[in-house]
């Protein structure tokens, strides 16, 4: 990976499609989570990469890896978003949990899709960092560390938001009946 950078650092367009290539799914099931419109999600994601690229040259690893910088790019341009929008949007994450699984059997994506809109209906309950670490840690597959970083936390603070998050997840689970 740091190979990866520091050759989309030099300016090398192959290794930048890469890194694009690389993470592009999950980056966008992260702001689709946060924002619930996949076209808009979208939008962010493509500025997510714009801001990575101009932002390359400044990229150091000693003060964070790539993953979670990229992370705390999408991060602060969903703030963004939302600062300039007054309304909120709701969280449509069985919609981006199934984008990178179209070919799985209708059986599994139907069972999926019904989690999923399960996990939606409580995941909106939850504060917001809660939130955020849930779906960094579980829908986008970061570590305790990357998420830490990503958001600008200590890894002490991730893991307690972590606990708390699936603490209140299995309390408002248990409150539809465990449906």
Do not use: C
Request: no cysteine; hydrophobic share 40%; net charge neutral.
């Amino acid at each position: 990976m740091e190979d990866l950078v520091a050759r989309a650092q030099g300016g090398e367009l192959e290794a930048i499609g890469e890194l694009y290539d690389q993470h592009h799914v999950s980056v966008l099931k992260y702001t689709w989570s946060r924002v619930g419109d996949r076209e808009t999600a979208e939008d962010l994601t493509g500025e997510v990469f714009l801001r990575m690229v101009r932002a390359l040259p400044k990229y150091r690893r000693t003060k964070i890896p790539f993953r979670a910088w990229l992370y705390r790019i999408a991060r602060n341009l969903v703030i963004d978003h939302y600062r300039m929008q007054s309304d909120q949007a709701s969280v449509s994450l069985e919609v981006a949990e199934n984008t990178s699984n179209e070919g799985d059997q209708p059986a599994k994506v139907v069972d999926r899709t019904l989690k999923m809109e399960q996990l939606h209906g409580v995941l909106t309950s939850i504060e917001p960092s809660q939130h955020d670490v849930v779906v960094l840690r579980f829908l986008v597959g970061l570590s305790i560390r990357e998420t830490a970083m990503a958001l600008g936390k200590s890894e002490a603070s991730v893991k307690a938001m972590q606990h708390r998050g699936l603490a209140a997840l299995r309390e408002a689970f248990s409150q539809q009946g465990g449906r």
